[in-house]
């Protein structure tokens, strides 16, 4: 049971990942905007943040479990903010580039903290390499660094994303857009209830659900707005830009 469960979930991750990719072909299919070019961060800190995981269930060591999260936090800590400024823009909100850079600076810190954490307890105060579990893997004891990240890279960027998201929505007069804005903000919320889901500790020992569950919203949004005959991102963009 434990093999086809490793197994299962190995497929998980290989799958988000492909997914990502093709939600990549589809934006790179587009004229190149500054829309685009957010989609294009978000997307890629999503491939890295799978890849980084898909390498912590292949970890047989605490080393290799290491060095498989601290590639993790390359896409993780900036994917939130990323993902904001891309719905900021989307929704032709007004952009506030020092809260923007904050946010990067403060997913920059993260990647130097856990980067680092082996000369200091301010990100893990402790670690330990168990085989209990779905598979083996690590068991984190978490410092004050975790929480500035929950706080700056994660909670404040989603909140500001569905904020901006709901006011899209009551202000929004087109009926085709107001249903691409409540799929978008839908996409949200299940990951949102995701993590808190993950939080609690519902899921089997040693499972993070969040990086299949962001991949599959982050390339369904993609491939949906993408797609849409009706939805220019150009044309967005520069109606942002007017207004």
């Known amino acids: ?58 970890a047989r060591d605490a080393g290799e479990a290491m060095v498989a999260v601290k590639v993790q936090y390359l896409g993780s800590s900036l994917v939130a903010t990323l993902f904001m400024m891309f719905i900021i823009n989307y929704c032709g909100a007004k952009e506030h580039i020092w809260l923007e850079r904050i946010l990067l600076l403060c997913g920059c810190t993260v990647i130097v903290m856990v980067w680092s954490s082996p000369l200091h307890k301010l990100y893990y105060t402790a670690t330990d390499f168990v085989q209990t579990g779905a598979y083996p893997h690590m068991v984190l004891y978490y410092g004050p660094g975790f929480y500035f990240y929950m706080v700056f890279c994660t909670v404040i960027p989603w909140a500001i994303a569905v904020w901006n998201l709901i006011k899209a929505i009551r202000q929004e007069k087109s009926a085709k857009r107001n249903r691409k804005l409540k799929v978008i903000i839908a996409g949200a919320t299940m990951e949102i209830t995701v993590l808190v889901v993950y939080v609690l500790k519902v899921f089997p020992e040693g499972y993070d659900p969040t990086p299949v569950s962001m991949a599959v919203m982050f390339a369904t949004l993609v491939m949906f707005v993408w797609n849409r005959k009706d939805f220019d991102l150009s044309k967005t963009a520069t109606d942002t830009v007017l207004n």
């Open 1 to 58: 049971n434990r093999w086809i469960m490793f197994n299962v979930l190995v497929a998980l991750q290989v799958f988000a990942i492909l997914l990502l990719i093709v939600a990549l072909v589809y934006i790179f299919r587009g004229s190149s905007t500054y829309t685009r070019t957010l989609m294009l961060s978000f997307t890629i800190a999503e491939i890295v943040h799978n890849a980084g995981y898909l390498l912590e269930l292949f």
